[in-house]
C-alpha cells in the first residue's frame, strides 16, 4: 500500500532576522539494494545535526527536503517514481543545556513523509521543541542529531525494472529558522539498486496525492475592516491530485493547535474552517467542511480514478466578525496541515 502525506503552510496575516547562531549538517548512507517484491529500508538513510555554542532560544525551526531532477537510472532509459520513497524517523540524541535535547515526539515529526517531486517537502514541518541551549559557560556546546531511514516501496510496480538497475535520486536538504531563515542546506544523492527479485509480485492498493504548487503556501490575508466584518476566505483550483485503484479518502489534520506568529503570539487553528469544493471532474466524490483540528478530519470520499488524475479545489474561509481575529495583534501567523489519502 502506497500512502502519501503531503505538507503546506498555511499563512494568516493580519495587516495593521534573527541571526542563527546554529549551524546544519548531514549526511546519507548512500546505497540500498532492493532484492524482493517487499522493498526494503535503510534504517540510517538520512542523518541530520543542528549544533552551536552559547545561548540561544530557536522556536519553530523546520527542515525540508527536494527532489532535484527526476530519479533516472544509470543506462538513462528508466525513471522510478519518487511517490515510492520515504523517510521515517528513528532517534534524536545530542547534548544541551539545562535541558536534555528534544525527542521525535517533543518535535513532533511526521511518522511517514513520502517523497514528492517538483517542490519541497517537509520532513520537520515546524517543530514544536525549540533549539534551547542556556550552558552554565558562555560557549556551551549544543548538538541535536536526528536519524531517518529511507525506505522504498514493495510492489509490483519493481518487476517494470531490469534486475542490477540502479538510480540515483539526486536531493537537497535544508534547515530554517522561525523567520524562514536558512541555518544550512546541503546535497546528496541517494542510490539504490534493484537486484534479481525473489518472491511473487503482490497485488498492491496504489494512491497517490499531492498538494499542487499554487496550494503550497496558503494565505488568508485580513486587509481591510470589511475582511474582518465579512469574514475572509482564499480558494485554491484544482491544489490536490489524487490517483487511486481503489476507494478512498481524504483527511486533514493541523500538526499545531494554533497559528503562531514569530513573536509568539497565537490564533487557535479552530477558528478556520476548509473544505473541498465539488467539480464536473469529481462530481462523484463527497465532501465534508471541516474546522481545522489537530485530530485527522475527513473531508472527501470517493471511488478509484481508473489510471486517471483526479483534482479537488481547496478552500479556506472564516466566520463573520470572529472576535479572535478582530482581537489579534497584526502580524504573520503560520500552521502547518498534513493531507493524508488512504483507502476506505
Known sequence: MNRKFCFFVMTIFLMGQLHSQVSYSSWVNGYLQINSYQGNTDPEGYTMTLAGNGNFNIPNWKVTARLKSAITANSGSYIFPANKISFQPVSSTGQANPNPVPTISDIGIPPNTIMTEGSEFFLIPKSNAPLRNQPSQQNGYYSLQIKFSITVAGGAYLANYPAWTTFIAPMEFTAYNQNNTIIGKMDHNIQFQIGALTGTPPTSTELSLKVNANANNGLLEFSSMQDYKDGKSVTYPNALTVKANTNFQITVKAIQNNFTSTSGKTIPVSNVQMNLLPTAQNAGSSFNTVFLNTASQIIAKGSSTQGANLDYTIKYF???????????????????????????
Not at 466566520?319 to 503560520?334: Q, S, V
Open 318 to 344: 472564516t466566520k463573520p466578525n470572529d472576535e479572535y481575529f478582530i482581537n489579534a495583534k497584526p502580524d504573520e501567523y503560520t500552521a502547518t496541515l498534513q493531507y493524508e489519502i488512504t483507502p476506505q
